[in-house]
């Protein structure tokens, strides 16, 4: 493990396809800056090629998807794929919006480390992300 | 309303029992909460009097259901002479599966249509594109050409059932092959009734289905408007939407403050236009979202169908009692319902529907309870059509017109609610406009506020949220869900294919090369449109032109 664990956690909020519902991405890209963290939200309509390039650029802990439109299965997984083959392994992956219970195992099995669905609160995701960030 | 005599007496005793019963009571038992509260944060009174509408004009305020300002509604019987129409928002996979949906939802007494197409669609993109991947068939029906939407109205008269198509930026495209498809079943434009939203402010503002830049895409918007006024005259040619803003984070009173915003904004894109006021605005129409909040609601209603019939007759002039109307369709609030114990969800469209009622809509969707989980079932979307059903015919909410009129509270709300909504309008109209203020970002700004302040007095308990901060329990996941097949991106691939090698290619290009010079100079692009849809041209083929012509907004953002 290279970084140093005093630097601010940075994280990329990202809006995957063509969704835009962006209330939650919004919001939580406000909370992990109030709780500390470096944010850069990528906007709506991305691929995960796009992603993961802000990802490189900016050097991020974290990447947090937010899918309300279904593109969970085809998006999340891409994603953790794109980083692996840029060598971005410790990155960790999050992602939250509307998520059927019985995609999750799949979706964890691709290497996302967690799912936060409707009505998480947001104080749960910014300690998974805090107890679970550089961690690889 | 009172006589001022009578309003001083109501005063003094007012002081009395303060001062007596309700202090015995007070002293002993306090209230749960030092400030009441309604969910958009407006404070609440305990009690309501004469004294808090003393100035109450009845024919200034309420005047009578059918006539100016409206706030009574915009029929003068309202729900004895029609219910409103029930018209269920539903698309997903293929135009097969959702014609199939359509056929279900008018079998079980459904009375109009209203389509939801895919993200693709929605944004001008044909189904093989890279931004499509993953998003084909998923929130929405996919319909990349007409040959989807000849399937899609496959045996659906389009002369006795008016639809509703929920597209905005490529409004233009998708009612020319509406349009195309009613003239092959023989249907003269003349019988053609319907709604395409076209509202592509708040696609800027929050929704996110933008293509083009503000001036081109307000353009396309102005040219539906004028070609249906002299061609499609049952068509109602712009949806200005509340909806999205509310589900984004705003306020009731921010809901239909931006909203008369943007309308204000078509309104005036027409007048610059050329067209006259009373040519146009009788068919503009208004989406607004209904929360759990009953009695708010019905005063937001109200007080946006005063102000609005004030802005048409002394800010537009307009002379027309129909250009004053606010009508509008409502949806109950997608964003009031929990994944957490979703059966919870039925109760809560219930009063979202109820209060739509009591507030005067022209039509109604009622979400279905698994709608924070996937997309609803059949199962749940009877559900969600039969709680409409109750509340029109069981509720008594639709045997008296107005029914909460005089209400202390509510007409006290209502007054409020129209403040509210006075004091953004003059805020916008001071930064330059409403696409000013959305450049600025002041609008996206209010809303991000508001939501934010909603998700810390959820999280603080502040506000109390049944299954999410109180009341929570552990339960199963939901197992019922509806899953769109996913082998539909490349079955609408394969259509794409076959229809690009099967068409008529030289009257596929006249088509596009006619609508690239149309667009470019002043002419109504309908026309064009309406052709290159029967050429075969693609959505995203046609957005392309524009692409090319207009360029592509590119959204500042405002974290």
């Given at each position: 493990m290279s970084k140093s664990n005093d630097r601010k956690i940075k994280v990329v909020v990202a809006k995957p396809g063509l969704d835009g519902h962006d209330r939650g991405a919004k919001l939580l890209a406000r909370i992990?800056?109030?709780?500390?963290?470096?944010?850069?939200?990528?906007?709506?309509?991305?691929?995960?090629?796009?992603?993961?390039?802000?990802?490189?650029?900016?050097?991020?802990?974290?990447?947090?998807?937010?899918?309300?439109?279904?593109?969970?299965?085809?998006?999340?997984?891409?994603?953790?794929?794109?980083?692996?083959?840029?060598?971005?392994?410790?990155?960790?992956?999050?992602?939250?919006?509307?998520?059927?219970?019985?995609?999750?195992?799949?979706?964890?099995?691709?290497?996302?480390?967690?799912?936060?669905?409707?009505?998480?609160?947001?104080?749960?995701?910014?300690?998974f992300i805090k107890q679970n960030v550089r961690k690889k | 309303m009172f006589d001022k005599e009578k309003?001083?007496?109501?005063?003094?005793?007012?002081?009395?029992?303060?001062?007596?019963?309700?202090?015995?009571?007070?002293?002993?038992?306090?209230?749960?909460?030092?400030?009441?509260?309604?969910?958009?944060?407006?404070?609440?009174?305990?009690?309501?009097?004469?004294?808090?509408?003393?100035?109450?004009?009845?024919?200034?305020?309420?005047?009578?259901?059918?006539?100016?300002?409206?706030t009574r509604g915009v029929q003068p019987t309202m729900y004895r002479g029609r219910l409103w129409t029930m018209r269920q928002y539903a698309g997903f996979g293929t135009a097969e599966e959702t014609n199939k949906r359509f056929k279900y939802l008018l079998e079980q007494g459904q009375t109009?249509?209203?389509?939801?197409?895919?993200?693709?669609?929605?944004?001008?993109?044909?189904?093989?594109?890279?931004?499509?991947?993953?998003?084909?068939?998923?929130?929405?029906?996919?319909?990349?050409?007409?040959?989807?939407?000849?399937?899609?109205?496959?045996?659906?008269?389009?002369?006795?059932?008016?639809t509703s198509m929920t597209i905005n930026a490529p409004a233009t495209v998708l009612l020319a092959m509406y349009l195309a498809i009613a003239e092959e079943q023989g249907v003269p434009f003349e019988k053609v009734g319907g709604t395409v939203q076209n509202d592509v402010l708040k696609e800027i503002i929050c929704r996110g289905q933008y293509i083009f830049p503000p001036q081109p895409t307000m353009r396309l918007t102005v040219d539906l408007i004028e070609y249906c006024y002299k061609h499609v005259p049952r068509w109602n040619t712009i949806s200005i939407s509340g909806y999205h803003i509310r589900e984004a984070g705003a306020t009731a009173a921010q809901e239909m403050a931006f909203t008369i915003a943007d309308g204000i904004a078509y309104v005036q894109a027409c007048i610059d236009r050329g067209l006259a006021v009373d040519s146009f605005a009788p068919r503009l129409s208004f989406f607004f979202n209904a929360f759990t909040n009953v009695l708010e609601e019905v005063a937001k209603f109200r007080a946006g169908r005063r102000y609005w019939a004030r802005v048409m007759k002394e800010r537009f002039g307009a002379k027309n009692p129909k250009s004053m109307m606010m009508r509008y369709h409502v949806q109950t609030g997608g964003v009031t319902l929990t994944a957490q114990q979703p059966l919870n969800n039925i109760v809560r469209v219930a009063l979202q529907a109820y209060a739509t009622a009591l507030g005067g809509a022209q039509s109604l969707h009622t979400n279905s309870y698994d709608e924070a989980l996937c997309l609803p079932t059949e199962q749940a979307v009877t559900v969600a059509l039969r709680t409409q059903q109750i509340v029109a015919e069981e509720s008594?909410?639709?045997?008296?017109?107005?029914?909460?009129?005089?209400?202390?509270?509510?007409?006290?709300?209502?007054?409020?609610?129209?403040?509210?909504?006075?004091?953004?309008?003059?805020?916008?109209?001071?930064?330059?406009?409403?696409?000013?203020?959305?450049?600025l970002g002041y609008i996206q700004k209010e809303i991000q506020e508001s939501a934010y302040r909603f998700q810390k007095e959820i999280e603080s308990g502040e506000r109390i949220y049944v299954g999410i901060n109180k009341y929570v329990m552990e339960e199963p996941p939901l197992t019922n869900i509806l899953k769109v097949d996913p082998r539909i991106g490349e079955m609408q691939i394969e259509r794409l294919k076959k229809l690009r090698a099967q068409r008529d290619q030289k009257r596929w290009k006249e088509a596009l090369d006619h609508l690239r010079e149309v667009s470019r100079s002043d002419e109504n692009v309908m026309p064009a449109v309406i052709e290159a849809v029967k050429a075969r041209a693609t959505v995203g083929e046609i957005c392309d032109v524009w692409r090319d012509v207009y360029g592509e907004y590119r959204p500042k953002e405002f974290v």
């Open positions: 992990f800056a109030e709780a500390g963290m470096e944010v850069i939200y990528t906007g709506l309509r991305q691929t995960p090629e796009m992603v993961v390039q802000t990802a490189i650029q900016e050097d991020a802990d974290v990447v947090g998807i937010s899918s309300l439109s279904g593109v969970h299965n085809y998006f999340f997984p891409k994603v953790v794929q794109l980083l692996k083959e840029n060598g971005l392994d410790d990155v960790l992956v999050v992602g939250g919006g509307i998520i059927p219970a019985e995609d999750i195992p799949k979706l964890k099995e691709a290497g996302v480390a967690e799912i936060f669905g409707p009505g998480t609160p947001t104080q749960k995701i910014v300690d | 309003i001083k007496a109501i005063k003094e005793r007012i002081k009395q029992w303060e001062g007596s019963t309700l202090k015995r009571v007070l002293d002993r038992f306090p209230e749960r909460k030092k400030k009441f509260t309604t969910i958009s944060g407006t404070e609440v009174n305990r009690l309501y009097t004469p004294v808090d509408v003393e100035d109450f004009d009845y024919d200034e305020k309420l005047g009578f259901p059918g006539e100016y300002p409206f109009g249509l209203s389509v939801a197409f895919h993200l693709p669609t929605q944004a001008g993109y044909d189904s093989d594109h890279p931004l499509s991947m993953g998003e084909v068939g998923k929130v929405g029906v996919a319909v990349d050409s007409i040959e989807d939407m000849k399937v899609l109205f496959d045996g659906i008269p389009l002369d006795k059932v008016t008594g909410a639709t045997e008296t017109v107005d029914p909460l009129a005089g209400s202390y509270y509510v007409e006290a709300m209502t007054d409020t609610i129209e403040a509210q909504i006075d004091d953004y309008i003059k805020k916008i109209d001071e930064l330059g406009g409403t696409l000013k203020a959305i450049e």
